[in-house]
Nanobody, 121 residues
Framework: QVQLVESGGGLVQAGGSLRLSCAASGRSFSRYALGWFRQAPGKEREFVAVIGWTPITDYADSVKGRFTISRDNAKNMVYLEMNSLKPEDTAVYYC???????????????WGQGTQVTVSS
């Protein structure tokens, strides 16, 4: 069992930066792939980034070059550094943990409650 709690969301102007954090509790944290997804109003939840138990990472094309995912297994934390934010990045951002590195929600067994990111133009 893994519990995830996101933090770091907020309101930022276009071009600005935010750093999201996700604190995990539970055993075997280092064995999980950790992903970030987002969901805007009226839209489906979409993949943002994932980091595996090895340093492999994957990003959605829409955030590649602007967002960076990282993890600290000693602290049971995963981060999403977001730069050059755009209004279309506005969404609730969710942290997820699962057994495989994937771009679809079905790869992930555990989810946080989400944190709101709003980018003003």
């Amino acid at each position: 069992q893994v519990q995830l709690v996101e933090s770091g969301g907020g309101l930022v102007q276009a071009g600005g930066s935010l750093r999201l954090s996700c604190a995990a509790s539970g055993r075997s944290f280092s064995r999980y792939a950790l992903g970030w997804f987002r969901q805007a109003p009226g839209k489906e939840r979409e993949f943002v980034a994932v980091i595996g138990w090895t340093p492999i990472t994957d990003y959605a094309d829409s955030v590649k070059g602007r967002f960076t995912i990282s993890r600290d297994n000693a602290k049971n934390m995963v981060y999403l550094e977001m730069n050059s934010l755009k209004p279309e990045d506005t969404a609730v951002y969710y942290c997820a943990a699962g057994g495989g590195v994937g771009r679809t929600p079905n790869f992930y067994n555990y989810w946080g409650q989400g944190t709101q990111v709003t980018v003003s133009s």
